[in-house]
């Protein structure tokens, strides 16, 4: 190989790389960490794009290069040089590959071990999924549907599935589990970041999928034993309509029914507005969705587990909401 | 083996029998005969389901959801094959009747209506293969264009929940099991037998029965839309439990899959078999071309790993049909094991949808760079590490699935060792490019955006190989991404490749030089603005497999379906060109790429039995640069130079 199209190869590797660092730096690829182990996957993100645009680079020099460099004319019938290997080569482009995936692999599993290790003293938290909604149980046994966590606090969830598999994932966090039914998953997380997010569940689990979401607040100690507080006394306090539009809420009816005193408008079940019968058909409805199908909707879509997941309480405000909302009576 | 090859050219042929008249028509094989054949079939599932059901004292006598599963799905489509003649002549041979004498009716084609009958001629299959794959293909790809339509702004616009999800599980398992994997296999049916030197497969009615499942298997999977409850909507994962308890349209893909995966075993027994005994003179395993050593290699996936993919779509169907508990918690199911047993196939599958298109580009980039491959014994060597490799990182794909945590970091570090045999290939064609004589031909452009695409596809593969990133990554737009940077633009664009490639082989005809090139930077500006976005997309926090979304992806997600639609629209180049270049294209020459591979030795298209003589082979298939040098003697030719010595006297 002479020395200028060294010079040149490696002017076509420099190019493809700032290209790619570009692309890498000006995207915001990642969202703003909230979280120590995301923390330590954004670093283990980085190191591995670092080495991924090296290799990128390499590749798309020699690509260009040879294009350019040993393109023939049409009418050329000779052929290349007859190379059929060579040795050296072979063992450097085994070998280079070999240790860049093993450093790789080395940081990765140094940082699922840390972010798998939740310390003495977690915070523990159990979380229900359930089509199409998720519900939080505090130490306390304070149960929302919404999850409140204090900053700087390693938690340790704890996730269970009452029907198909679920998967809790906030953005921010980064930390991603399952919910399997029949099994217990574990997740770690220790938020750095008073703020709003999102939980998204990630497991496609039947038609309310996309809107399973629920809403996850890091504060600061003093508002998150508020918001215990605020949360243990509306637990015990007498069924009323209020009551049945939190139940509405954290049981997530809004992510498949319409129901206009909620605000809902999805349209993945039959629509609240309207509903041709009495206050037990409305509970049998919710206990037993199967027992009575709307016109023109499918049986087995609705979760058939309220029984078990509300309370008789939550059952007894929530059947009282949509009965309350009925226009026509 | 000489003999048994000259006993398919020039003996045994018996006179071909007139075509049947009248009545007679009924009883001979085709669509005739199978019209009735497929309603008594039906009519015998159907009453088969309701006597034992009667004398059971079960009460609905008729349950649909059985009959789906054994009039419609198994034994209609069973009577169909019987119908235009898949089974007659083993029919034959069981019932002890004399078998007819074989008189090749079914061998070759003549006229566009031979291509719609049962053919036991590999290039013929070669090519029903490709054309009803392509047509799958589009299907698929339309109902991408829906979906992506719908995507293109926060909210639901077009589509329901419902039909949305199916939309996704349909593109997703049409494009799987009905285009990238039986494409190849078409491609190979045409090439291989040929490469090898070999008249046809070993086993060509095996051969013409595995082509014929699968337009069943493909139209079992679009029948489930017209079923009460829409088509199967649980993605192509299709994960228990959810799968568990769906309308009927879920049994469609239970089904489905059946038979495209029966197709996918027999078709990949025949090329084991064939090239393992069917090799011309001289055509040693290290003298074979890299695209039959690529098929070898994935037909031995396919015959290991299919069989768990049909095995854990029967357990769904058994939990719901038979009330067994596989997967059913309540009942004591494992619904992890679904996973375990699903990934143990699926995992494999992306090297089954990968190593052909490897072989494919090796035959490319060595004709147009008129260079030897690089390190041949290494690019087969790391096929054969990848096979062995793909069967130990199944479980990279739950990562977040919640299986034994221990489990993790060994099949992240096999995961992780994958990038070894396939950064070797990647090399290697860079190094069988340096110095060579480039021709930019269609087929080549697509083998070097396979290689830039390939190679995106393969760092973000990196990326999900660590266990951390892949936590975070895992279920959203960035798995999309990454799997259709390497499905797209690692398998469709070898798939291109191929077909552009052989296109005068199996057309006779040449393709629009013009329009192939056109049709490459159409695909290429296209599939990179679709699919590239969606890495940040995803890593931000938009999963996968929703109909609705977080408005601050709105905007990117408008460039996706912008750039999509360009996608599509690019193919319809493609088929413009491909139709109207075998209908009027300028008359192809046996060689037009000046290649060594025996395929190009041969008239274009070949003569129905290949080969007028059993070629010797004498050398390797890339000798190129070497004056004079040959892969193999045709036609009784002296040898004209010994290319080994050559190649020895090279080295030195």
């Known amino acids: 190989m002479r020395r200028g199209s060294i010079v040149r190869i490696t002017i076509y590797g420099v190019i493809a790389g700032t290209l790619a660092s570009l692309v890498a730096v000006l995207v915001p690829w990642l969202p703003t960490s909230a979280s120590e182990e995301m923390d330590r996957i954004e670093f ?45 080569l072979e063992i450097v482009w085994t ?37 199409f ?26 996730l269970r599935s009452l029907d198909v598999i679920h998967s809790f994932w906030v953005p921010e966090f980064g930390q991603k589990s399952d919910a399997v039914p029949g099994i217990e998953t574990t997740l770690v997380i220790t938020p750095t970041r008073i703020g709003s997010y999102s939980l998204l569940c990630t497991e496609l689990c039947g038609l309310g999928h996309a809107t399973m979401r629920a809403q996850v607040q890091v504060v600061d100690r003093a508002d998150y034993e508020a918001f215990l507080e605020r949360a243990a006394s509306g637990d015990g306090a007498p069924a009323g309509a209020d009551d049945g539009e939190a139940v509405f809420a954290t049981a997530g009816c809004g992510g498949c029914h319409a129901f206009e005193p909620a605000g809902t408008d999805a349209a993945v079940g039959p629509s609240l507005d309207e509903i041709d019968g009495d206050e037990a058909f409305i509970r049998e409805s919710i206990v037993d969705p199967n027992a009575v199908l709307a016109q023109g909707y499918q049986g087995g879509v609705m979760p058939n587990t309220y029984d078990k997941s509300l309370t008789d309480e939550q059952l007894d405000a929530l059947v009282q909401y949509l009965s309350d909302g009925q226009g026509g009576n | ?126 090519v029903q293969y490709l054309v009803t794959t392509f047509f799958f293909f589009v299907i698929g790809g339309l109902m991408a264009m829906i979906f992506r339509a719908e995507l293109a702004k926060p909210d639901l616009q077009f589509v329901d929940t419902q039909t949305f999800n ?138 290991i790993a299919t069989p768990f993919i049909a095995g854990s779509q029967f357990f769904v169907m058994f939990d719901r049909i038979m009330h067994t508990n596989f997967f059913r918690v309540d009942e004591g199911g494992y619904a992890l094991g679904y996973q375990h047993i699903f990934w143990f196939y699926s995992h494999p599958a992306v090297y089954i949808m990968m190593l052909p298109g490897f072989g494919i580009i090796s035959e490319v980039i060595a004709v147009f760079s008129r260079k030897p491959i690089f390190g041949y014994r290494l690019m087969a060597l790391s096929l054969m590490g990848i096979l062995v490799l793909g069967f130990s990182v199944w479980a ?11 489990l993790r970091v060994p099949m992240m570090v096999t995961s992780m060792i994958i990038a070894v045999p396939t950064g070797i290939k990647i090399f290697s064609w860079l190094a069988t490019m340096w110095e060579g004589r480039i021709h930019l031909r269609t087929p080549m452009l697509f083998a070097l955006g396979f290689l830039s695409m390939f190679v995106l596809g393969g760092l973000s593969g990196i990326f999900l190989a660590s266990v951390p990133i892949d936590i975070a990554a895992s279920d959203t737009y960035f798995i999309v991404a990454h799997i259709h940077y390497v499905l797209f633009g690692g398998s469709v664009f070898t798939i291109f490749a191929g077909v552009y490639y052989w296109f005068p082989k199996m057309t006779g005809r040449m393709y629009n030089e ?82 060594l591979t025996l395929e190009w030795q041969v008239s274009s298209p070949p003569p129905v039995f290949n080969f007028d003589e059993i070629p010797q082979v004498v050398a390797g298939p890339y000798e190129y640069g070497i004056p004079g040098a040959r892969h193999a003697v045709l036609n009784g030719g002296h040898a004209p130079v010994v290319a080994d010595a050559v190649h020895e006297e090279a080295r030195r």
């Open chain 1, 44 to 88: 283990t993100f980085w190191f591995t794009t670092v080495i991924c645009i090296g290799i990128f680079a390499i590749v798309a020099a020699a690509i260009a290069y040879s294009v350019l460099k040993f393109r023939a004319a049409d009418d050329d019938e000779r052929d290349g040089p007859p190379i059929h290997g060579h040795t050296g």
């Open chain 1, 133 to 158: 909604a998720w519900r939080f149980e505090y130490p306390d046994e304070t149960t929302s549907g919404s999850l409140v966590l204090p900053i700087d606090q390693p938690v340790k969830l704890t």
């Open chain 2, 514 to 595: 013009r329009l192939g090139k056109l049709h490459f930077w159409l695909t290429f500006i296209g599939f990179n603005g679709t699919f590239f976005p969606m890495h940040w997309v995803g890593l931000q926090g938009m999963p996968r497999r929703v109909s609705d979304y977080s408005e601050q992806f709105g905007n990117w997600n408008m460039v996706v379906s912008l750039f999509s639609f360009l996608l599509g629209a690019s193919t319809i180049i493609f088929f413009y060109n491909v139709i109207q270049s075998w209908h009027r294209g300028p008359i192809a020459p046996g060689n037009p790429w000046r290649a």
């Open chain 1, 95 to 131: 070998a280079i590959p070999a240790v860049l995936v093993t450093a790789i692999s080395v940081v990765s599993a140094v940082v699922l071990a840390k972010n798998d290790d939740v310390g003495a003293n977690p915070l523990r938290i159990a979380v229900t999924a359930q089509q």
């Open chain 2, 396 to 406: 990279h794909h739950m990562f977040v699935a919640g299986m034994a945590p221990w």
């Open chain 2, 166 to 303: 199916g939309l996704i599980s349909e593109h997703a398992a049409l494009m799987i099991f009905l285009f990238i994997i039986p494409a190849f296999a078409g491609l190979a049916n045409f090439a291989v037998p040929l490469m090898l030197g070999a008249p046809d497969m070993a086993f060509p009615r095996l051969n013409a029965l595995s082509f014929w499942l699968l337009p069943i298997a493909g139209l079992m999977f679009l029948a489930a839309f017209l079923v009460p409850g829409g088509a199967f909507a649980t993605g192509w994962t299709s994960y228990a439990p959810l799968a568990s308890d769906q309308p009927l349209g879920q049994v469609f893909f239970n089904m489905g899959v059946q038979w495209a995966g029966a197709s996918s075993i027999m078709t990949a027994l025949n090329f084991l078999v064939t090239i393992i005994t069917m090799r011309a003179p001289g055509m040693t395993f290290w003298r074979m071309p890299l695209l039959v050593w690529a098929n070898f290699t994935t037909s031995l996936l396919v015959v």
């Open chain 2, 1 to 126: 083996m000489t003999e048994l090859v000259h006993s398919a050219y020039d003996s045994h042929h018996a006179p071909a029998v007139p075509p049947p008249r009248g009545l007679a028509r009924l009883r001979a094989p085709g669509y005739l005969r199978a019209a009735w054949t497929t309603l008594l079939f039906w009519a015998f599932g159907f009453g088969l389901v309701a006597f034992f059901r009667w004398l059971a004292h079960y009460d609905p006598v008729v349950d649909w959801t059985i009959v789906t599963v054994v009039a419609f799905l198994t034994l209609a489509p069973l009577g169909f094959l019987t119908g235009i003649g898949a089974f007659d002549y083993w029919a034959y041979y069981v019932s002890g009747r004399p078998t007819r004498p074989e008189d090749h009716s079914s061998h070759g084609a003549t006229s566009w209506k031979d291509y719609f009958r049962v053919n036991t001629d590999h290039k013929v299959i070669g």
